[in-house]
């Protein structure tokens, strides 16, 4: 029997340690996903760590991609080629400098966040994931709470050292410029970035736990942040999610009305009787001003986000990184890709509704409500639905966990 190899040794020593290093990345991975919003010098702090975890997958031969996965991974950075040329030849208003860093960042997050999702469901850690970006956002949650009681109290101290890194003026959180009603961000730069955040985590909880019993607590936590934000898109999402979840228990007869579920209208009345003003004022008010025309936030989102996309640039668009910033990632890919760009991202949309009816339709209305394709909370977002919606499907062919493989090629 021949020796292994230093190599095949390197990488058997690290296949069977992973209780020591996968609780480690999925740490990373998850501090990460919070603070997507925080910015040192050029790059993002999740952009950092997803530079350190992907030299440590590289350096123990764990990046790696299955042939199916790498073939498709092939096209698109083609793709992204191509268009980088068209762009050049055709196109008189694109920047290169732009243009070259878009496409280095997103032939980056492709590989990178493939590579990972690969990594997790190798070594089953899809439920590790969750519960560490659980524990995660409830400190997040914590801060949230926090800062907003200080803001009553008129007191900066906290929030001063999170200016560092994000958005730097006080007036993010009041809800339209009102100060007496403060609105929770947290650690991010916007509340409705915190919304998707929460919303991205809400979804993963109550649609991945299929068979498992959840801690109600856990939702309810989640729920209680996504409403401090005050966003009118994230509460919408959340009461999407509510809604899908109570569906589908009722479809499935799980859901059996019982006298203990009359504390849930009390619970509500006891909580918007005191808060009534605020519902008002932040839900109801801005519904009537949305239906009437007066907030034009909603039409802005929906409609005015497709005004950087005209017949002149409608096949190949502006470019990567061309668009300004805008809240839908559709018109964000048709304004910057054009057709092809736009026909990938539905494409994608598809084989997730495919695999996952209802984290799919989230998935959806989480691209219209936050833009950033570039950005690195959207593809974290991308990863936690990806292994959310195909972890049950794909559970049963999977080979047992850490098994030593006899070809350690990084494509599998």
């Not at 999925?26 to 950092?48: K, M, N, P, Q, R």
């Not at 969750?130 to 009681?149: D, E, P, Q, R, S």
């Not at 919303?199 to 801690?215: D, M």
């Not at 949309?349 to 998935?363: A, D, E, P």
Request: charged share 15%.
């Amino acid at each position: 029997m021949r020796k292994k190899s230093v190599i095949e040794h390197w990488i058997s020593y690290h296949e069977t340690h992973q209780k020591i290093e996968a609780p480690i990345v999925l740490i990373l991975l998850s501090i990460a996903f919070a603070l997507s919003d925080w910015v040192y010098g050029y790059f993002t702090f999740s952009e950092y760590v997803l530079f350190a975890i992907s030299a440590f997958l590289v350096l123990t031969f764990q990046f790696r991609f299955k042939l199916s996965q790498f073939k498709w991974l092939i096209l698109l950075i083609g793709m992204i080629s191509f268009q980088l040329g068209l762009q050049i030849i055709y196109n008189d208003s694109f920047e290169l400098r732009i243009g070259i860093a878009g496409a280095i960042k997103l032939t980056f997050y492709l590989l990178v966040i493939v590579a990972i999702y690969n990594y997790i469901r190798r070594n089953r850690l899809e439920l590790s994931l969750i519960k560490w970006n659980l524990f995660i956002a409830f400190l997040v949650i914590i801060a949230g709470v926090y800062i907003t009681f200080e803001l009553y109290n008129e007191t900066r101290i906290p929030q001063e050292f999170f200016w560092k890194f994000t958005r730097r003026d006080i007036y993010s959180y009041y809800f339209e410029s009102n100060p007496a009603i403060i609105r929770t961000r947290s650690i991010f730069s916007e509340p409705a970035h915190l919304g998707f955040y929460l919303n991205t985590l809400l979804a993963a909880t109550v649609f991945y736990f299929k068979n498992e019993k959840i801690n109600p607590l856990v939702p309810l936590v989640l729920s209680i942040g996504i409403l401090l934000t005050f966003s009118y898109s994230m509460i919408a999402i959340f009461i999407t999610t509510l809604f899908l979840k109570i569906g589908i228990l009722f479809l499935n007869g799980k859901l059996k009305w019982n006298k203990w579920m009359w504390i849930i209208p009390l619970i509500i009345i006891g909580v918007s009787v005191p808060l009534w003003n605020i519902i008002n004022v932040t839900l109801i008010q801005r519904s009537i001003a949305i239906f009437t025309g007066e907030d034009t936030s909603a039409r802005m989102r929906l409609f005015d986000s497709w005004q950087y996309v005209t017949k002149d640039n409608l096949l190949i668009g502006n470019g990567i990184g061309h668009t300004p910033v805008i809240t839908n990632i559709y018109s964000y890919m048709l304004s910057d890709l054009g057709i092809i760009g736009l026909g990938i991202s539905l494409f994608f949309s598809g084989y997730i509704v495919r695999h996952s009816t209802s984290l799919g339709i989230l998935f959806i209305l989480l691209n219209i409500s936050k833009g950033g394709y570039l950005s690195s909370g959207y593809w974290f977002m991308v990863l936690i639905v990806l292994i959310c919606a195909l972890t049950h499907k794909q559970n049963d062919e999977q080979g047992p966990v850490n098994k030593i493989r006899g070809n350690h090629s990084i494509i599998d």
